[in-house]
């Protein structure tokens, strides 16, 4: 077993960071990272029970991304898995929350984690999940192409939401313009 996990903290990180400090109110702050770290939690549980060893982790502004080793099933099927473990936390989080009369922040932060790790960006969740299901299939190409519309479109649709309702939106507009030029550059 590798003890030894490559930790890398790369400087977008610490931008998006700067950009969410300078924009939100600092009490919603530690919640948002209490999300986060459950969030990461339910992928590395997911990853140990599948018998899967984490090799590295990349933390940056984009998300954390984890590589890992070792495949007791079908890496594909043990991929989706593990992908799935946050998103699905964060929901469950929500709506035990929500179940329990408690829908404050708190609860609205797991949701909003949830359907933004979803989205179908290469670099998240929702995305990587999608890469595994049409990977070397006849539709990959159509798919590619699809997603390509929904970014663009996701990233028009906060524009507007942005200039509609200030700048509570800024850093989702930044990081999804950051994501949208990351996975051209992935593709193209």
């Known amino acids: 077993m590798n003890r030894r996990i490559r930790i890398r903290l790369h400087f977008s990180f610490l931008v998006f960071n700067a950009i969410v400090f300078s924009v939100q109110a600092q009490g919603m702050l530690l919640r948002f ?4 770290a459950l969030h990461e939690a339910a992928h590395i549980a ?3 029970l599948l018998g899967r060893e984490i090799v590295s982790v990349d933390i940056t502004g984009l998300g954390i991304r984890m590589s890992l080793s070792g495949h007791r099933m079908s890496p594909v099927f043990s991929d989706i898995l593990i992908l799935s473990a946050g998103p699905a936390a964060n929901l469950t ?4 929350l929500t179940l329990s009369g408690r829908t404050g922040t708190f609860a609205l932060l797991n949701l909003a984690a949830a359907v933004y790790n979803l989205l179908p960006y290469s670099q998240l969740d929702g995305g990587a999940i999608i890469s595994q299901l ?7 190409a159509a798919a590619i192409r699809l997603l390509s519309g929904v970014r663009a479109a996701f990233s028009a649709g906060l524009l507007i939401a ?11 507009f930044i990081l999804s313009l950051l994501l949208l030029v990351s996975e051209q550059k ?3």
């Open 33 to 36: 990272y209490i999300v986060c």
């Open 46 to 48: 997911a990853a140990a």
């Open 93 to 96: 989080i929500y709506v035990l």
């Open 134 to 140: 049409v990977s070397g299939t006849p539709h990959e």
């Open 162 to 172: 942005l200039l509609k309702y200030g700048t509570p939106l800024l850093p989702l």
């Open 186 to 188: 992935q593709t193209g």
